[in-house]
């Protein structure tokens, strides 16, 4: 298979099969992008311009990437107005991923429904540009009853949005369940982090043809179970190790979608963004080794 840009669209990619493959000529677009883009530390590391004010950095951000994963919608609530002003400021071509808000992932509140709500409500302006509603669900909600049934209640109440379901736990990684999220039309997001125990492992697996969803969180070790977020995303990824996750997982995975958005979450010292651009030109065939 190869690769092609699209020039109309920052860190977008075209995976195209070659004659060979089971459907030779077929398309899977791709978009990259960042897990937030808000970051007064990508200032200091060069991203952004120095002296770049927080309201530039959304602008800023799609002159490189074709996509972004809003990560303020988890520590609050999302709310129409802010991200109504958000659209209206944000590059044409730039589209969104929505993570939906703690208060019904890690400090699940009694009201639940009502914060369910609230957030339909909050992201309603993103519309067509909304790729994915993320459930980034915890690292001790295992698949338990109790926590089976709530994830089905929420994905109830998501049922006619594009969703994504990022498990951290091991447990739901079995083929029940992701028998189920394909009965739903949910994609899997299939993530890229430390090799550690109880860890929900990387894999190639769609659940959702329409769109495979991908999140590079590092490979710190060390750091992972810190506590200490500047410790825990802090990792370089090199052409090795890009090269190596495409081979596995990526090409396979965009074999059996019609589209994927790929996030990186390693926000240290800019190293998402960089990570990103290197990417997206390792799969457009423009970079050959090297970090």
């Known amino acids: ?18 004659p060979g493959a089971t459907e030779p000529g077929r398309v899977c677009p791709v978009s990259v992008g960042t897990c937030g883009y808000s970051y007064t530390e990508w200032v200091d590391s060069g991203f952004y311009p120095e002296g770049t004010k927080s309201t530039e950095m959304l602008g800023l951000y799609g002159r490189c990437f074709s996509v972004v994963e809003l990560n303020y919608t988890w520590y609050q609530m999302a709310r129409a107005d802010a991200l109504a002003r958000m659209v209206e400021k944000a590059p044409a071509h730039l589209l969104f991923a929505a ?18 709500h609230l957030y339909r409500q909050g992201i309603a302006p993103l519309k067509k540009r909304l790729v994915a509603v993320l459930i980034q669900l915890p690292p001790d909600f295992d698949r338990s009853i109790a926590n089976r049934n709530y994830l089905a209640a929420l994905l109830d109440g998501l049922h006619d949005l594009p969703v994504a379901v990022e498990f951290r736990h ?12 394909e009965r739903r039309q949910v994609s899997l997001v ?3 982090e430390p090799a550690l125990p109880g860890l929900f492992p990387s894999l190639d697996v769609v659940t959702n043809p329409a769109l495979f969803y991908v999140r590079f969180h590092g490979r710190n070790k060390e750091g992972w179970r810190s506590g200490n977020m500047q410790k825990k995303f802090n990792y370089d990824y090199s052409d090795e190790e890009l090269r190596a996750w495409c081979d596995c997982y990526l090409y396979p995975m965009a074999a059996r979608a019609d589209r994927g ?7 240290v010292r800019a190293q998402a963004p960089r990570n990103g651009k290197q990417l997206a030109m390792i799969l457009a065939g423009l970079r050959h080794g090297g970090r």
């Open 99 to 116: 993570k939906l808000t703690r208060t019904m992932t890690h400090e699940r509140a009694d009201n639940w429904q009502e914060q369910l």
């Open 1 to 18: 298979m190869v690769s092609r840009n699209n020039d109309d669209c920052p860190a977008k990619v075209e995976i195209v099969f070659a």
């Open 190 to 192: 299939a993530v890229d």
């Open 170 to 181: 091991r447990s739901w990684a079995m083929d029940p369940v992701f028998a189920e999220l």
């Open 261 to 267: 958005v790929l996030f990186f979450n390693n926000h």
